[in-house]
């Protein structure tokens, strides 16, 4: 090729300068022409000088020591972009890695009515969450997520972890994240039916520090996860929990003691692959844990809905031996209509003083029944809904509407309120605590768009007293009549 090129450089010279020369039947060939075909000429030959030293650089590149592509190929660049789904995203070309950073801020109000005298410091205006979410992938399989919250009364590290996928059938995950185990419980915080979850989310675990397999088989109808955590009491995450009497409570990054916990979870969808099918939203599955806590794992109560305390033990009060807790889930998804159902047994064993001899086992339970239906006609699902049109008032369009009702029942244990045989204290005290809890919950949630959803939910939550208490010798005005309480939220996320 080197050889081609001057060769055929040297023939189109001559033949122009042949067709240059005056001829017989040319005669009155013009200067003017002549000098125009010699410029011809030289453009041409300029242009054929050029590719030779083109072609000699690339040969040059090609051999060199090291070269991996030539300088003349293009060179792949990454992507930055925002959009109501995906937020800031920074991605590669390809696709195959991304750094997203998003947020989520929720605003609240509460509101309580028909309570008793001698009860404040209830109506208020709060930030129930603030969070920074960073998370991002690197070459399609190693995913990791940080996600401080500035909601509550201090900053707290709700998530970090990394996650490890080998195949969709293997993965490993380590950090802190959401333990498996309640269904409710491991909906994203701004895809719940209502503003705040059920009982049952306050008897399994939130987060925790650990480490777990997880993966998707049989194309992702049957989900598994199962792990070795830290240990958290129910409903907490690990390290924000309450001290007891002579009991510290331990930082978000340590362990109350050597014990550790497993949790495991499989959770089946075995029609989500059929398209057109009633039956593709149907998901169902159990989740498991099993442990045993020290005293400095301390002991912590249940609130009501609408987030005032409806339990607590005595201070004196601690954990200590097996811990274990089942919860049986499932839910359905039928075009706008949805409905979520779930059960957790908490199994704990504690003891009246730190010192005590004596130990109770003690089984708490709690059950819950969602179902929501969006009036606008979209499809109602586990990940939330996603308005056809978004609000915007010029326009006339006005997003999704979602109407919810729950059932809910804390049911806690007898033994809590009875002196043991040996005429020690009880666990919790009979005259401040409620036998059980009966929560009704209507709500209706707008849609505005993807990434911004305001909710009206209102609770009506009834006391059952334990023997022997009635309203009239309870100590806790707040047991005196049912709780009735409004609950509304603005949320954005993106």
Do not use: C
Not at 19 to 46: F, G, K, M
Not at 90 to 96: E, F, K, N
């Amino acid at each position: 090729m080197r050889n081609i090129i001057p060769s055929a450089r040297t023939g189109l010279v001559a033949a122009l300068l042949l067709a240059s020369l005056p001829s017989a039947h040319a005669a009155d060939d013009t200067n003017a022409e002549i000098q125009a075909l010699r410029e011809q000429t030289r453009l041409l030959s300029q242009r054929v000088d050029a590719l030779q030293q083109q072609q000699a650089t690339n040969a040059n590149q090609a051999t060199a020591p090291g070269s991996a592509t030539p300088a003349t190929l293009a060179v792949p660049t990454g992507k930055i972009n925002f959009d109501d789904q995906n937020g800031f995203r920074i991605s590669s070309a390809d696709g195959s890695s991304f750094l997203h950073l998003g947020g989520q801020i929720q605003a609240d109000t509460r509101w309580y009515f028909s309570q008793n005298k001698g009860i404040t410091n209830d109506d208020a205006f709060l930030i129930r969450r603030a969070r920074i979410i960073l998370d991002g992938q690197f070459n399609n399989n190693t995913t990791f997520l940080v996600m401080p919250d500035f909601g509550g009364s201090s900053p707290t590290l709700f998530d970090a972890y990394v996650n490890q996928k080998v195949t969709p059938e293997f993965q490993l995950r380590a950090g802190r994240f959401k333990s498996p185990s309640g269904l409710e419980e491991l909906q994203n915080d701004a895809w719940t039916e209502f503003v705040e979850r059920s009982f049952v989310s306050q008897l399994l675990p939130n987060r925790d520090i650990g480490l777990d397999l997880n993966g998707d088989l049989f194309n992702g109808t049957l989900n598994y996860a199962v792990g070795v955590f830290d240990g958290s009491p129910d409903g907490q995450s690990n390290g924000v929990i309450v001290a007891g009497a002579g009991v510290a409570a331990p930082t978000v990054n340590s362990d109350s003691d050597n014990n550790k916990d497993v949790d495991a979870r499989l959770f089946a969808q075995p029609f989500k692959n059929e398209a057109g099918s009633p039956l593709k939203g149907l998901g169902f599955g159990i989740s498991a844990t099993d442990g045993r806590e020290l005293p400095a794992s301390g002991l912590t109560g249940y609130k009501t809905e609408s987030q005032q305390t409806a339990f607590t033990y005595r201070t004196t009060s601690v954990i200590q031996g097996e811990t274990w807790r089942v919860s049986p889930q499932a839910y359905y998804y039928y075009g706008p209509f949805g409905f979520l159902g779930e059960y957790a047994l908490s199994t704990i064993h504690a003891r009246p003083t730190l010192t005590a001899n004596n130990e109770e086992q003690i089984q708490n339970k709690a059950w819950q029944l969602t179902a929501g239906y969006v009036l606008t006609g979209e499809d109602a699902s586990y990940n939330g809904v996603t308005p056809k049109t978004e609000f915007n008032w010029a326009d006339g369009t006005w997003g999704a509407f979602e109407v919810v009702a729950r059932y809910d029942v804390l049911d806690l244990d007898k033994k809590l309120f009875l002196p043991d045989p040996t005429g020690a204290t009880s666990l919790a005290d009979p005259l401040a605590n409620p036998q059980d809890v009966t929560n009704y919950g209507l709500g209706l949630n707008w849609y505005l768009s993807r990434n911004v959803r305001a909710s009206l939910d209102f609770f009506h939550g009834v006391f059952t007293l334990p023997t022997g208490t009635t309203t009239a010798n309870t100590t806790n005005a707040r047991l005196k009549s049912p709780e009735n309480a409004v609950d509304a939220r603005v949320q954005i996320q993106f």
